[in-house]
């Protein structure tokens, strides 16, 4: 190998950094350059051209949960199901992961239950609590797959 300093034989050069030139230099000349690291050096744009091309996705869903509303007798509906299951407010709410005077403050009207809450009661007394607060009109299809007329769906959301 050959220095590129001193143009001498050397049995091992080192990469060395001489006036921002990078040389391969005998260890006689290293004196005269900075060591360069061997590591590769990181391409700076390569972090920021991945970050531009994952677009920032921002879905705000302000809505939802505001197209459904608990039905106004559902503390009732809540201990009338409990009932019909059989359960006790402590079982109910164990099952559910709440404390039985949350249940029995929800079945007392004292305390409206949060949606996460009454979610899980419906799911577990398999009843609905939640009320549609306004009706947004879908497509009318011609073909009614059901069975029902138009007016058979407004007789039977009429009740
Ligand atoms: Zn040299």
Do not use: W
Request: with cysteine.
């Amino acid at each position: 190998m050959q220095c590129e300093l001193c143009g001498n034989e050397c049995f091992k050069c080192y990469p060395s950094n001489v006036d921002g030139v990078r040389m391969m230099l005998c260890p006689g000349c290293m004196k005269y350059g900075k060591n360069i690291n061997e590591k590769k050096e990181i391409i700076p744009n390569i972090n920021q051209s991945i970050k531009t091309s994952i677009k920032r996705k921002i879905v705000k869903d302000v809505y939802v949960g505001m197209d459904k509303e608990l039905v106004s007798n559902c503390s009732e509906i809540i201990k009338n199901a409990r009932l019909k299951k059989e359960l006790s407010r402590e079982e109910l709410g164990f099952k559910i992961g709440e404390r039985t005077v949350t249940i029995a403050k929800i079945e007392n009207g004292d305390l409206r239950p949060s949606d996460k809450i009454a979610e899980k009661i419906e799911k577990e007394l398999s009843i609905s609590l939640f009320e549609k607060v306004k009706e947004i009109p879908t497509k009318i299809s011609s073909t009614h797959s059901s069975g029902l007329t138009l007016g058979d769906f407004i007789k039977s959301e009429d009740k």
